[in-house]
């Protein structure tokens, strides 16, 4: 059978612009995937996703009119039961036989074969293959249901009372298997070879498909319209670069994937126009310009790309249009007076912050609740100027900590503002601005924008002591509050995303290199809640909860699970250090002692976590008998010294690369000691010896994880 490509489209009214791109991949994948599994396409036919505001399309290729038939082996019931005395069917037999079609003609042909338990009649059949038409819409079928749709609609067909569910109303249907139009039917359609194009720019109406291969191109040509997403945003960003260049030699469009992929989603035919406002609106905070032009309006901001104004935001913006007319003032006219009075509220709304200091505003956050166990942002506030001042102090004295103290006090107190009220995203940025103007240290108005650093992944961490002191500190009290009331994430449920801060503590401590001890950390910030009714205190969960993040950070960076897990087991206090010791495990792995003494030391701590009560890290040098422990002993002797010494300087690798000397005088004590002695002391200086050996090759790591 000649295999052909297809080309389903199905023609709606505008989708979600932020769903579209999901929409079109999920459709595309889907129909494809129902193909294949029913044998109508290979799994090597290639697979185009097309999506556009008015529509839905996927092309397959090499797809079959009728799959091959399948051979299907049907198990029937035991011998036994099926078949009489003399070999003749039974009715129980006939019955089954029945039901799928056969009658008595094939019961010589039917397969016996044990199933471990009794000899069982098998029937061999063919199935016969789906044809296109079946198949094609067992999977259109398949991808409707499958697309990420929170909320459908219900709307009426043209039959004034039938009624579909659909996230849009549908217009038309495409169906071609090649030149040959495959008969479907869905949410009241019947399918076709002629669609629509552009709303307004369509050369032709209906444009008509003459095949599956064309329908790009034709869309394209006689419609106007750029069916692929892929396709139109790489025009989207030649004509934003193109437009940019043509507005001035230095500026270039914002940066920004996600409004690029929801502009493409809202045009069909783009075309990027240049738009300006007046250069007196530049007077507010570029991050309010920016945020109302791209969230409110969809436009790019142009950016001075020059040296010495990188990044500082011009009077231009760059508008997609939907529509290309011969003469486009009337287009940029009107985004130009659609987008002032939006730059007039920004600049309205910094006005009347700028009337109010930051400090005023904080007794206002009394009034605002934060949680119904933890009180109000007023009491939190409280709570995170003590521990920001409590870590100010540890990393630069009494003069950082009275800076992180106050920073602490006035980073909430933006959020009362009206510019922060109107957009959420700016708060910590307009906190920075408002304390330049109360006239504020540099390094507090940073520190104010910089605690919610870092936000996600990747993100810059705060520019300076102050701002890692208040970020520490608010991301500490939300963690230790929350997990003290019971909020603790589960699954795939973390509501006050506690991942998010644990992550952003764990990448402050270790790339900043901190020398903050976890565990005083959530001890010192638990000791702020103690006022606070039905709090209790949940570090050691909270200490698991981070060290978990921590160990899923590093295996991402690209250390095995074995690494990460000899590091993190040990739980070091001071997260700065991890680095360092991975690269000593690292190192220490390659040495060729490395696997035996891994080895011997699981062994060691297997034999202390049995011994009876705890083991004291003690040796008796007179009840040294064997050879073997007093040559054990006086090794250890040696060594430890040097490793003690060289971990306290912090050189890991040392410490570690120095046990490799242990190797023989340990493999020789385990052949010939025999531990467990019959005499309690020999027994007891036995073990004090290897919990010494214990603690002396676990300091930078837990080796024996590295044992195979």
């Not at 007076?337 to 730059?343: G, H, K, S």
């Not at 009491?379 to 100027?385: A, G, L, N, P, T």
């Not at 957009?423 to 601005?433: K, V």
């Amino acid at each position: 059978m000649t295999a052909k490509n297809l080309l389903v489209e199905l023609f709606v009214e505008e989708l979600p612009p932020k769903a579209l791109k999901k929409l079109g991949e999920v459709f595309a994948q889907t129909l494809a995937q129902s193909l294949k599994t029913q044998g109508l396409a290979s799994d090597a036919a290639a697979i185009t996703p097309y999506a556009s505001p008015r529509r839905l399309a996927a092309h397959v290729t090499g797809v079959l009119a009728v799959a091959a038939d399948k051979p299907v082996a049907q198990k029937l019931m035991p011998v036994a039961v099926g078949l009489d005395a003399s070999g003749n069917a039974t009715p129980a037999l006939l019955k089954k036989l029945s039901a799928l079609g056969a009658d008595a003609s094939v019961v010589p042909s039917l397969r016996r074969e044990n199933d471990g338990k009794a000899d069982v009649l098998f029937y061999d059949s063919l199935a016969k293959g789906a044809t296109l038409a079946e198949g094609l819409q067992k999977a259109l079928e398949a991808a409707l249901a499958a697309l990420p749709i929170p909320k459908v609609m219900t709307y009426q067909l043209q039959d004034g009372w039938s009624s579909v569910n659909f996230v849009r109303p549908a217009h038309g249907l495409v169906a071609l298997h090649g030149a040959d139009v495959v008969p479907l039917a869905i949410l009241g359609l019947t399918s076709g070879n002629t669609t629509q194009g552009h709303r307004f720019e369509a050369a032709k109406s209906p444009v008509v498909i003459a095949d599956a291969d064309s329908y790009a191109e034709t869309l394209k040509r006689d419609g106007a319209v750029i069916a692929s997403f892929a396709e139109r945003r790489a025009e989207i960003e030649r004509q934003l670069a193109a437009a940019a260049a043509k507005a001035g030699s230095n500026l270039k469009p914002i940066d920004d994937e996600a409004l690029l992929d929801e502009v493409t989603a809202l045009v069909e035919r783009p075309n990027v126009l240049i738009g300006t406002f007046e250069a007196e609106f530049l007077a507010v905070p570029q991050e309010c310009l920016i945020l109302t032009m791209k969230a409110n309006q969809k436009y790019f901001p142009l950016l001075d790309a020059s040296v010495g104004n990188a990044g500082k935001l011009t009077n231009q913006f760059l508008v997609v249009s939907n529509i290309a007319p011969a003469d486009p003032s009337a287009v940029i006219g009107g985004n130009e007076r659609v987008v002032r009075p939006r730059l007039a509220d920004a600049k309205f709304f910094f006005d009347q912050d700028r009337k109010k200091t930051l400090e005023s505003r904080v007794l206002g956050l009394a009034k605002v609740v934060y949680h119904n166990k933890l009180g109000t942002q007023g009491e939190r506030v409280q709570r995170v100027c003590a521990i920001a001042k409590a870590i100010g102090a540890q990393l630069g004295g009494e003069a950082q900590a009275l800076q992180a103290e106050q920073a602490a006090l006035l980073a909430k107190a933006d959020l009362l503002t009206d510019m922060v009220g109107e957009f959420p995203e700016l708060q910590g940025i307009m906190g920075r601005y408002y304390a330049l103007h109360d006239g504020l240290s540099a390094d507090i108005a940073d520190a104010i924008e910089d605690h919610y650093k870092p936000r996600f992944a990747g993100d810059t961490l705060p520019r300076n002591p102050v701002g890692t002191a208040v970020a520490l500190a608010d991301k500490l009290e939300t963690l230790v509050g929350l997990f003290g009331i019971g909020q603790i994430p589960t699954g795939d449920k973390d509501p006050f995303a506690l991942r998010r801060h644990a992550l952003g503590v764990i990448r402050m401590l270790a790339e900043g290199d901190l020398d903050l001890p976890l565990d005083a950390l959530l001890a010192n910030a638990a000791a702020t809640f103690a006022a606070v009714e039905g709090f209790k205190a949940n570090n050691g969960a909270l200490a698991d909860f981070i060290y978990e993040r921590l160990a899923g950070s590093l295996r991402e960076q690209g250390y095995t699970a074995q690494e990460v897990d000899a590091v993190v087991s040990q739980r070091p206090q001071r997260l700065g250090d991890i680095p360092k010791r991975l690269a000593a495990v690292r190192a220490f792995a390659t040495l060729a002692e490395a696997e035996a003494l891994a080895a011997a030391n699981k062994r060691v701590g297997n034999i202390l976590k049995k011994a009876e009560g705890t083991v004291a890290a003690a040796i008796d040098k007179g009840l040294l008998q064997e050879a073997a422990e007093v040559a054990l002993a006086a090794a250890l002797a040696e060594v430890k010294p040097a490793a003690d010494a060289a971990f306290a300087k912090g050189d890991y690798a040392a410490s570690l690369q120095s046990l490799a000397a242990l190797k023989a005088p340990v493999d020789t004590f385990f052949n010939d000691v025999m531990v467990n002695a019959e005499d309690p002391a020999l027994r007891a200086n036995r073990l004090g010896l290897l919990a010494t050996l214990h603690l002396a090759m676990n300091q930078v790591a837990d080796i024996s994880k590295l044992s195979a």
